[in-house]
């Protein structure tokens, strides 16, 4: 009982100590005022109404119009937490400080709220231009090679087209469709603030024997982007100038935000492909019938007098096609502090083609640095660095495939490539052209960027960009010894190396005065060059392989070199100017002055100004009892931008060299000849845009609707202009057209169910463009796209006045006649059928093209499905001219031509005519409808719930199943109806041959973040 009690009494002495030396540092420690100031990290702007809270308390306090605060903390050990919506939520010590500055940084899943303008950014509901968003989510929604891809059904206006499916393929982005017949189409893109314009560096227009087109933006990993911001009309792009025209794709990359500890995010996927449509071709026993039928139609004995003893039945595609692996690896690490943010990725891409001997890979690494300085300079970095190879295919090869003979195979008795050209109805072994045929690129592209902004007084900063873009491509071609169709070894190496170097000052303002008056003032300079740097050599009569293209000194016979040096330079000034009057009213001007080395000594430089307004009608006072509407703004602008793109050196005269003989004994020399007139009248090609258009919110934004109308005509086209051939010359490149494009586009977004554990969203978009040529420069008012190669030796595309760009031509058929032979009509009633007789037979370009997807989220577990298509648009199917074609060329055919006129069967609406040596004419029969409706994406993913679990240092743990390209609704009659094999030409559009056909996927990932 004693020890008990003193126990007590022990203990009690020891609470009473405690308590009187609490009182005492009570006493000796008063309440703590601490003031401070917090701004935006991103442009150190003071943000006011700012909630303070003493951690653990409810005591707080909001910042001021000054985004300044005062409170009172108890003592030094207090800790204060800063938030405020759209921003990271901020801890911070009071400890000895008695004043705080604080930078908050924006929250990722507020960036839907702030877009990404030219030169700057703006309040979504501050914009008065037309300007639409893709997240990142969307862009990894689908397995990509290059970002662009990301775009397609994912916005209004908006057309990608991949028009090459080889990996590593080029796919024709159109924003408010094209606009030019000899200058370029692309959009101009913008990656972290620095101009990129994608012009592949090759320049490959054989159409026969030159390989699928490749994508120079292919060597930037997807991964890396957070969001792309599509400027469509004028007011969006002008500041762009005269690179604006062809609208404008600003990408922004992964940034590090400010966090207690850092964060490891990876994700992986592997896919496995395979071709999405294969070809009935005939098997041997139709073939035979048809090569026999084809003779005695015309009098002639069988070919094959028995059939029973060809055994063989080869379909060729078989020894193309294949199932194909692609796998794709990320690796970011990104944190830092309220001054120093990082983000550090990289990648590795690899991607094996459904065709065999063709595949693509990609090595990345992207370093993102954001460091403050101090209050007013803060310096952001950009650097990436990657590499790609790309083992590509030659056109022909698979254009052999189709329509080889199924009676011979690719291989002899002893396992060798069998010389198939001295067999009946044989000539190059297509499965020797493929593996002894060699192109392979290689890029190599470093992009850097360093921002440095200097915060002046409150609301005006400068900023200063060093940027330079350094991509190099480097192509090695090599014919083994034995190849038919090139007998002598032969090896080619080029490169081409591209130098574009960036400078930008710029001031911005932004100021809200008395709370009902906002400006936001952007003015600048800019210069950029570009320079570019090509050789190429070649030789061929090699006596072994083993080198391949690294020893071209080995070479019999050596080609002349080529080599060539370009060089363009642009200076611009550029402003806008914003002004939001009560949140109600928005009236935007932009203007740019653009110097291009490019245009004419009269025309040096050019001038493009632009104008919008917009009215916020949900904030007038009779929109008050109209509580479903959360938000409604009209809007309209008018503007004009240039496209620049009009090749290099094009407004002086050229010299180019000839090589020849003379004299006696003859003597080789080199000589120089004149190859084009100067005009120092060349400019640039302008666009002038109208739009009108509104967006509404409905139902406290559960329902969100954009629509718009637009008009917009290029004018001051490029045109070569004949001229007498006394002049020495047969043309000049003039600027003389006009183009017209209109259409609307539709976009919405819907949140049907929004539970806890349930969540139903939806969206979609759809739109219509009409492309019309109002006004060429030639006499005739229209002229003709390059030949198309053999069998078809003519153009199939036209441009003329009052049609859309690059139509179809030729004949349209009336039947069969009594001996089987195609009818074609005679449309100007002359009695004859000639090349009068020709006609418009459809547009490359589709009349509507859309989407739509559906995101259900039920717990862990979300379903997505993707959905676009396209409508109204034809394709010129040229393989149907071989295996389509009743045997015209002795080719095989596709196993539907037996339904065709015979002496049996004289049915005259039988689908194909008759066995015949006769060509056929270039007719609607080849213009095909190419609409279709595809299953983009499907994708089943589940989130893990790791911290139900015990596991709280995985953040994120999300696996998936997924599957792309499963279906393809449609009419039309090859692999794939979308399909251009040119890519980026403006003349000849919606070709088929030998196009890299489509494939399907089926795609299983993880994605993983570690904080």
């Known amino acids: 009982m004693y020890k008990c009690f003193m126990v007590l009494m022990l203990l009690s002495s020891i609470g009473s100590i405690r308590s009187e030396a609490h009182e005492r540092d009570k006493a000796l420690i008063a309440d703590i005022t601490v003031t401070g100031k917090i701004v935006a990290f991103e442009n150190n702007e003071p943000l006011p109404g700012v909630t303070i809270v003493l951690k653990g308390t409810g005591k707080g306090t909001a910042t001021d119009a000054k985004g300044e605060f005062t409170i009172t903390v108890p003592n030094n050990k207090a800790v204060l937490v800063f938030s405020y919506v759209g921003y990271l939520s901020q801890e911070q010590a009071v400890g000895n400080q008695t004043k705080l500055n604080i930078s908050l940084v924006q929250d990722s899943k507020a960036l839907d709220e702030v877009v990404v303008v030219g030169y700057g950014t703006e309040k979504k509901r501050d914009l008065s231009g037309s300007i639409a968003s893709v997240s990142a989510d969307e862009i990894k929604a689908t397995p990509i090679t290059s970002f662009e891809q990301g775009l397609q059904g994912r916005v209004a206006g908006v057309q990608v087209m991949q028009g090459n499916s080889a990996p590593g393929g080029a796919p024709q982005v159109r924003i408010r469709g094209a606009n030019t017949v000899l200058g370029g189409n692309e959009p101009l893109y913008i990656i972290d603030g620095v101009p990129v314009y994608n012009s592949d560096l090759e320049t490959n227009n054989n159409l026969n024997v030159g390989t699928q087109p490749s994508n120079a933006l292919a060597s930037i990993n997807p991964n890396d982007v957070v969001s792309m911001e599509i400027l469509k009309d004028a007011s969006a792009t002008a500041i762009y100038g005269a690179r604006g025209a062809n609208g404008v794709v600003i990408i922004t990359t992964k940034r590090g935000q400010a966090s207690e500890r850092g964060k490891i995010s990876f994700e992986a996927y592997h896919g496995i492909q395979e071709i999405s449509n294969k070809l009935k071709l005939m098997n041997t026993q139709d073939f035979i019938k048809i090569i026999n039928e084809r003779t005695t139609n015309f009098g002639g004995a069988p070919r094959y007098l028995d059939p029973s003893i060809y055994t063989t039945s080869t379909d060729w595609q078989d020894f193309f096609f294949r199932k194909a692996p692609m796998s794709n690896y990320s690796l970011n690490f990104s944190g830092g502090t309220t001054k120093n943010q990082y983000s550090i990725s990289g990648n590795w891409f690899n991607q ?34 990657s590499r790609s190879t790309n083992n590509r295919s030659l056109n022909y090869v698979l254009m052999n495939a189709m ?80 190849s038919f169709i090139y007998p002598s070894p032969g090896a080619t190496v080029k490169e081409n190396k591209g130098n574009n170097y960036v400078l930008e000052h710029l001031f911005n303002y932004k100021k809200v005065f008395r709370d009902n008056h906002k400006i936001n003032i952007t003015a600048g300079y800019t210069w950029q060059e570009n320079n570019t740097v090509f050789f190429q050599q070649s030789g061929t009569g090699f006596q ?79 929109m008050k009892n109209l509580n479903f509407i959360s938000d409604l703004k009209l809007r309209t602008s008018y503007g004009m931008t240039g496209n620049q793109e009009i090749g290099l050196y094009n407004s002086i005269s050229r010299f180019s060299s000839v090589q020849g003989v003379m004299g006696s004994p003859l003597v080789g020399f080199v000589g120089y000849v004149p190859t084009s007139l100067a005009n120092n009248d060349l400019k640039w090609e302008i666009n002038k845009q109208f739009d009108a258009g509104f967006d509404i919110s409905l139902l406290k934004d559960q329902i969100s609707l954009t629509t718009d109308y637009y008009i917009k005509r290029t004018e001051d086209l490029l045109a070569n202009l004949p001229i007498p051939g006394s002049s020495g010359f047969s043309s000049i490149l003039i600027n003389s057209g006009s183009i017209e494009n209109k259409g609307f586009e539709v976009g919405l977004k819907s949140t049907l169910i929004e539970r806890k554990n349930l969540n139903w969203t939806i969206g979609g978009n759809i739109s219509r463009n009409e492309t019309k040529v109002l006004k060429l420069a030639v006499a005739t008012k229209q002229f003709f796209a390059p030949n198309i190669p053999s069998p078809i030796d003519r153009p199939v595309n036209i441009i003329r006045e009052g049609e859309v760009l690059s139509s179809f031509w030729g004949y349209k058929e009336d039947g069969l006649d ?32 859309y989407g739509f997807n559906s995101n259900i989220s039920y717990k862990g577990l979300t379903l997505s499905i993707f959905f676009q298509g396209v409508e109204g648009v034809k394709v010129f199917n040229s393989n149907d001219f071989m295996i389509a074609n009743s045997v015209t060329r002795i080719s095989n055919q596709l196993e539907e031509v037996n339904d065709r006129w015979t002496p049996e069967n004289k049915n005259p609406n039988a689908k194909y005519p008759r066995a015949s040596t006769k060509q056929l004419l270039v007719s609607d029969r080849f213009v095909q409808d190419a609409d279709y409706l595809r299953l983009r994406n499907i994708s089943l993913s589940y989130n893990i719930p790791t911290s139900k679990v015990g596991i709280k240092w995985i953040d994120v743990a999300k696996i998936y199943i997924s599957g792309q390209n499963l279906l393809t609704f449609t009419k039309y009659h090859g692999y794939d109806p979308e399909v251009s094999q040119t890519g980026s030409n403006s003349l000849v559009k919606g070709l088929d041959r030998g196009s890299y056909p489509a494939n399907k996927t089926i795609t299983l990932g993880i994605n993983l973040s570690i904080k």
């Open 818 to 849: 009594e001996n089987g032979d195609i009818k074609y009509k005679d449309l100007n009633g002359d009695g004859k059928v000639d090349g009068n007789d020709q006609t418009i037979l459809g547009s490359p370009f589709p009349n509507l093209i």
């Open 352 to 385: 094996e083609g459904v065709i065999q001997q063709t595949n693509f890979n990609r090595g990345s690494v992207r370093v993102n640095l954001d460091n403050r300085l101090n209050d007013k300079f803060k310096v952001s970095t950009s650097i990436t660095a």
């Open 403 to 482: 329509q080889f003979s199924p009676l011979l195979s690719p291989y002899d008795k002893d396992g060798n490539f069998a010389n198939l050209n001295t067999v009946d109805t044989g000539g190059e072994n297509p499965v020797e052209a493929l593996y002894k045929t060699s192109d392979k690129l290689t890029v190599d592209r470093f992009l850097g960027n360093v921002l440095g902004e200097y915060t002046i007084i409150d609301g005006l900063t400068y900023s200063l960009r060093l940027a330079m873009d350094n991509l190099t491509q480097h192509n090695d071609i090599y014919v083994k010894k034995g």
């Open 544 to 622: 072994f392989d083993d080198f391949g293209t690294y020893n071209l000194g080995a070479a019999a016979i050596t080609n002349p070199n080529v080599s060539f040096r370009n060089k363009s330079t642009l200076l611009s000034y550029l402003g806008r100017a914003n002004y939001v009057l009560k949140d109600k009213y928005i009236f935007t001007l932009t203007g740019r002055a653009d110097g291009s080395s490019r245009f004419g000594d009269n025309n040096k430089w050019g001038y493009f100004p632009s104008g919008a307004v917009a009215w916020r009608i949900s904030k007038e006072s009779f």
